[in-house]
């Protein structure tokens, strides 16, 4: 199956599926379900606190601030940054070798299950790979149309993302469940 999915991510098969709101949470609704657990410090400032933990500051209705505070980083940033990379490499693929590849569209699944599980509401899985595919489809629309050399910055990221040594970090990044933040990704 892991095979197949992967097959799919480089080989685009999965076609342009739409996706409307991505591994993006739906910060109000989390605000309505947990409305009995909203600290309210000051008037007009709202405070909830998820596990992880994550916390969440509105004003006047708007979130301001999302901190994740796990100590191991935004997990929506961790698949922002494996999205690019996984684009800038199905279009230019013969800058990895297969084991690369797949080694690191294996991040990227768990990047993508690991969100799709996180975010609120949780995505079913065939809403996840969507969501998947419209962010690839978009990095790869906004990536320059000219592969460059083995030794451009991007490749040896890329190299870098399909070692024993990365996996063991996002497999610490995605070991703490909590909502996959994504912004600000430095």
């Given at each position: 199956?892991?095979?197949?999915?992967?097959?799919?991510?480089?080989?685009?098969?999965?076609?342009?599926?739409?996706?409307?709101?991505?591994?993006?949470?739906?910060?109000?609704?989390?605000?309505?379900?947990?409305?009995?657990?909203?600290?309210?410090?000051?008037?007009?400032?709202?405070?909830?606190?998820?596990?992880?933990?994550?916390?969440?500051?509105?004003?006047?209705?708007?979130?301001?601030?999302?901190?994740?505070?796990?100590?191991?980083?935004?997990?929506?940033?961790?698949?922002?940054?494996?999205?690019?990379?996984?684009?800038?490499?199905?279009?230019?693929?013969?800058?990895?070798?297969?084991?690369?590849?797949?080694?690191?569209?294996?991040?990227?699944?768990?990047?993508?299950?690991?969100?799709?599980?996180?975010?609120?509401?949780?995505?079913?899985?065939?809403?996840?790979?969507?969501?998947?595919?419209?962010?690839?489809?978009?990095?790869?629309?906004?990536?320059?149309?000219?592969?460059?050399?083995?030794?451009?910055?991007?490749?040896?990221?890329?190299?870098s993302?399909?070692?024993?040594?990365?996996?063991?970090?996002?497999?610490?990044?995605?070991s703490?469940?909590?909502?996959?933040?994504?912004?600000p990704?430095?």
């Open positions: 199956m892991a095979g197949v999915l992967c097959g799919m991510l480089w080989c685009g098969l999965a076609g342009p599926l739409r996706a409307e709101r991505g591994f993006a949470p739906e910060l109000d609704a989390l605000f309505e379900k947990h409305a009995a657990e909203i600290a309210t410090p000051s008037p007009g400032t709202q405070v909830l606190e998820l596990p992880g933990p994550v916390i969440l500051t509105r004003r006047s209705g708007a979130v301001v601030r999302a901190e994740d505070q796990s100590g191991y980083g935004r997990a929506g940033c961790a698949l922002q940054r494996l999205v690019e990379i996984t684009a800038a490499v199905q279009l230019c693929p013969e800058l990895l070798s297969a084991a690369e590849r797949d080694r690191l569209a294996t991040l990227l699944m768990r990047a993508a299950a690991f969100a799709g599980r996180n975010t609120y509401p949780p995505l079913p899985e065939e809403a996840r790979r969507a969501a998947l595919m419209t962010e690839l489809a978009a990095a790869r629309q906004a990536q320059p149309g000219v592969c460059p050399t083995p030794e451009a910055d991007w490749v040896r990221f890329a190299r993302l399909a070692t024993d040594g990365a996996a063991r970090r996002f497999e610490r990044i995605f703490v469940p909590r909502l996959p933040l994504a912004q990704c430095p």
